[in-house]
């Protein structure tokens, strides 16, 4: 305790009756103080000394002003004693030393250790000072007053040795009465706090065990005392922290539970989505192979063509000359015709000539009867041949006069042939220029096609590594709704405030 306790001068009396420092034994002390108080500074130096070498006690100083102001204190109080005034000021003073020592925990031991220090000096210094006074004046006393004296000052001396201990006793006291006050607040506030942790650890335990069921609403109302409220209040936040959480759990499982449902089900619509489309583009991928092979096809055969075309322009080319010769071949056509219908005309004279001859040589044999008979047959049968020489000279000069006509026709339309022709060159050549230039685009085409050809494969591919994905992922799905569904029927295991 920190207040100096009330004088109580029965524990004072008492100690003095028990040591006989009655009213002469304070006198004694009284007496020979003239012979101690020049000790007490010197001994308070030997003792402050001696503190300042010994760091477990100077530690309770904090400057040499400090420790000075101290050794003053303890001049004033040692005054007291050496004068032998064990009144109510001395018990007071003596108790507040006490208390003091007792409240900046200075062990005993080191002030009965002072206590000792300061006795030795004053105790040899008042005998020093007594013998070197007594001792000029013994030769003219007597031995009985000699021992008188001895007697008186040993008195005086051993008086004062039992105020010292006295105030020994005081401090001492007060020391242990200190402790045992402090060891008894301790305990009481020690049970007292036993007490509120009982009430504390059987209320928080009751809310622990409810909270460990699940029932995360738990509150604990009733404060606690002191410090342990705080207990109360932090389990209150950490509580409402776990509600929130669960609630703010609780709500996003929901909300994932419906999310995990439609990614299942939007899964499995795209997985399907990209069956379908993995399957489109498989077609794709065989109806552009088979486009590409045409085009390639159609590229071969357009070169080709553009080779024909260029075969074709330069044979048109030659077909100008050949009809150019074909013109002059009707020329010379058209002359023998003119040739030939003289001969047919001799021809027809011959036989005409010939059918005469054949009936005049008739006429004769059948004057001659039997022996020309023979002889008629023949020119029936010369006549005959002349007459169908005629006939066919007649129908040789009709089928030249038809083909001079034709002949004429002809050589009218090999000149327009020509001239068609020159157009025909005229074109081909463009056209040869055109199949060039489409033999060319169409070559770029192919490649173009070909790189789209491998491009769709490679579609082709990545989009059924995409399908599997995407199954995979609807399989995920589908699992996560399960576990999200498991999490919820978990949760509902939780009371919360909502």
């Known amino acids: ?36 108080v020049p000790h007490i500074a010197p001994a308070l130096t030997r003792f402050y000394a001696s503190i300042a070498r010994t760091p477990d006690v100077s530690r309770f100083f904090s400057d040499p002003a400090h420790m000075d102001h101290a050794k003053d204190k303890q001049g004033g109080h040692w005054g007291v004693i050496a004068t032998g005034k064990l009144d109510e000021a001395y018990y007071a003073s003596s108790l507040a030393i006490g208390e003091r020592h007792a409240k900046i925990g200075l062990e005993p031991q080191w ?11 004053i105790v040899k210094g008042a005998l020093a000072d007594w ?20 007697h008186a000052m040993a008195a005086g001396l051993a008086d004062l040795i039992k105020a010292v201990m006295v105030d020994i006793d005081i401090a001492v006291t007060t020391y242990f009465s200190r402790l045992e006050t402090e060891l008894e607040a301790s305990r009481a506030e020690a049970e007292e706090t036993a007490r509120a942790q009982q009430h ?30 705080k207990l109360r209040t932090d389990f209150n936040v950490a509580a409402s922290g776990l509600d929130e959480a669960l609630i703010s759990i609780r709500r996003s499982v929901d909300a994932m539970g419906r999310d995990a449902d439609t990614v299942a089900e939007t899964a499995g619509d795209l997985s399907d989505r990209m069956t379908r489309q993995a399957s489109a583009i498989e077609q794709s991928a065989a109806a552009l192979d088979e486009v590409t092979g045409t085009v390639n096809e159609t590229a071969s055969g357009t070169a080709d063509a553009a080779r024909i075309a260029e075969g074709a322009n330069a044979a048109a080319e030659g077909g ?65 041949l002349a007459q169908r020489s005629a006939q066919a000279a007649r129908d040789v000069s009709s089928l030249i006069k038809q083909s001079s006509g034709e002949v004429e026709n002809g050589v009218g339309m090999v000149q327009k042939t020509g001239e068609a022709l020159t157009d025909i060159v005229t074109r081909v050549g463009r056209i040869s220029e055109h199949m060039g230039d489409f033999s060319n685009a169409t070559k770029q085409q192919a490649n173009v096609l070909n790189e789209i050809n491998s491009a769709i494969v490679q579609l082709d591919r990545l989009t059924q590594e995409n399908a599997g994905f995407v199954g995979r992922a609807s399989e995920a799905g589908r699992d996560l709704a399960i576990e999200v569904a498991e999490l919820r029927e978990r949760l509902n295991a939780f009371r919360t405030t909502a």
């Not at 002030?111 to 000096?121: D, M, P, R």
């Open 200 to 229: 504390v650890l059987g209320v928080t335990g009751d809310a622990l065990q409810r909270l460990a069921k699940g029932e995360v609403s738990v509150r604990i109302e009733a404060p606690f005392a002191g410090e342990f409220d």
């Open 131 to 150: 013998m070197a006074g007594e001792l000029p004046q013994m030769r003219r006393r007597k031995p009985a007053e000699i021992m008188d004296a001895t």
């Open 320 to 384: 100008g000359a050949v009809v150019e010769q074909a013109v002059q071949a009707m020329g010379r056509i058209e002359q023998s015709s003119a040739k030939i219908s003289s001969i047919i005309s001799v021809i027809d004279e011959i036989a005409f000539q010939t059918n005469l001859l054949a009936l005049n040589a008739a006429v004769e044999a059948a004057r001659a009867g039997d022996a020309g008979r023979g002889f008629a047959v023949v020119a029936t049968e010369v006549r005959s």
């Open 111 to 121: 002030y009965i250790g002072g206590y000792g220090l300061i006795i030795e000096t």
């Open 1 to 36: 305790m920190s207040a100096v306790p009330a004088y109580d001068p029965s524990p004072l009396a008492d100690r003095l009756e028990f040591l006989g420092l009655d009213k002469a034994a304070q006198d004694r002390i009284a007496k020979i103080s003239p012979l101690v």
